[in-house]
């Protein structure tokens, strides 16, 4: 019998210093706690292979904070307890996240040596003023260093991270990270508009302007609504240009390199999340584990399967399987798979299938949306046709308020 196909997350939470705007699980810490942190993670990785027998690993996903940072033995370590612990596909695709001037030749050389075979690179603009107004410890030449690191040690399917919509960002600016960028011909480039996030040193600054531009009304140091929309339209047209393809809300590739790992979130895909705060979906039951450090530390010292009890709508509990490190469990009933699979899926450029709805949920679409999807159809927002929906360029440019429609 064929296995099972799954997608593993490992979470790095260490980083050099914390950028102005993440909101991110993730802090500096000591050498010490970080080696301790990665036996930890080991030991939860060689838990769950015993536990995933049945599955496939398609996807793996070094991620962070800055998983850069660690020293290459200790990612050597990791990627040899993934290996030792799980079936992985011989063409599974494996990332590892990276910040500018963390990485050596010999990290480099050990990723490759480990089975890493794609880096996501945060670079985040190319322009210096920027990246010290956001908090980023490196600059763009420090970025060029790096990236020219990783096509000498072999890497050939590398992303690059950008932010638009910066304080003091102009059209011009961004246009110039743009079309720096396209000249080095990434296989893979992500582009975000920054989100004012409670419990930031930018939320102290900019809150007040972030709620300006939510209404539309002039900025003070933030880019407008209708300057944020331009910077998207000219993303979406740079790239065009320079042959790649738009197939999810903020991301872009090169034909063959759109990110697998990510397009299983999107697609529901089963997925096992280890390490400090990490999500899992397995069996449509959703996992969460401590965000609490030294609580991670100490239980995966002593792990052990058991059973969460979860109160029903009926009065009666629900006995779900969980193991210590859970802090929250709960089971997607059919209402939430539902609405999962519209507002994930509408989220990649060539929507959803219609016949893949009624083959998961046994009913048409129609018969549960159809009021939504003719309220956005007149909005001009959703676009149905050759067995697909999908939004259209004005629900893209509203997307959040499009997809939270399907949400009861």
């Not at 010490?32 to 930890?40: F, K, L, P």
């Not at 450029?349 to 893949?356: A, C, H, L």
Request: hydrophobic fraction near 35%.
């Amino acid at each position: 019998m064929a296995k099972k196909e799954l997608e593993l997350y490992i979470h790095i939470p260490f980083c050099m210093k914390k950028c102005n705007y993440c909101d991110f699980l993730s802090f500096t810490a000591d050498e010490d706690t970080q080696r301790r942190y990665i036996e930890a993670l080991n030991r939860e990785i060689a838990f769950y292979g015993k536990h995933c027998k049945d599955y496939v690993l398609s996807t793996v996903y070094i991620g962070g904070g800055t998983p850069s940072w660690l020293g290459e033995e200790e990612i050597a370590a990791v990627m040899e307890t993934v290996y030792a612990a799980f079936s992985v596909k011989e063409d599974a695709e494996v990332s590892l996240e990276c910040n500018p001037g963390t990485v050596t030749a010999r990290k480099l050389s050990v990723y490759r040596q480990s089975g890493i075979n794609r880096l996501s690179i945060g670079l985040q603009s190319t322009d210096n003023r920027e990246l010290k107004m956001l908090g980023r410890v490196h600059t763009f030449e420090q970025f060029l260093k790096t990236y020219e690191l990783a096509r000498e040690a072999g890497f050939a399917n590398i992303n690059v991270d950008l932010m638009n919509s910066l304080p003091g960002q102009t059209t011009d600016s961004f246009l110039a990270t743009l079309q720096k960028v396209c000249r080095l011909r990434p296989e893979h480039v992500s582009a975000y508009s920054l989100i004012i996030e409670k419990g930031t040193p930018f939320y102290d600054l900019y809150k007040f302007d972030a709620v300006k531009q939510a209404a539309g009304m002039q900025t003070d140091a933030l880019p407008t609504e209708e300057e944020v929309c331009a910077m998207t339209k000219m993303t979406e047209r740079v790239l065009a240009e320079h042959g790649y393809v738009h197939y999810e809300v903020s991301n872009f590739a090169l034909p063959g390199y759109a990110c697998r790992h990510n397009i299983g979130y999107w697609k529901r895909a089963e997925y096992l999340g280890v390490g400090l705060g990490a999500a899992s979906l397995l069996s449509n039951i959703r996992y969460t584990n401590t965000g609490e450090l030294y609580a991670y530390l100490e239980g995966s010292a002593c792990l052990r399967p058991g059973l969460w009890e979860n109160p029903k709508e009926d009065g009666q509990t629900e006995e779900l399987p969980a193991v210590n490190l859970h802090v929250s469990v709960e089971r997607i009933d059919r209402r939430g798979q539902m609405e999962e699979f519209m507002f994930l899926g509408l989220r990649m450029m060539d929507g959803i299938s219609r016949q893949e709805f009624e083959e998961c949920f046994g009913v048409p679409i129609e018969a549960v949306y159809q009021e939504t999807m003719a309220h956005l159809q007149e909005e001009g927002l959703l676009i149905k046709r050759a067995g697909r929906i999908y939004l259209s360029e004005r629900g893209q440019e509203v997307s959040n308020y499009a997809l939270a429609q399907f949400l009861s």
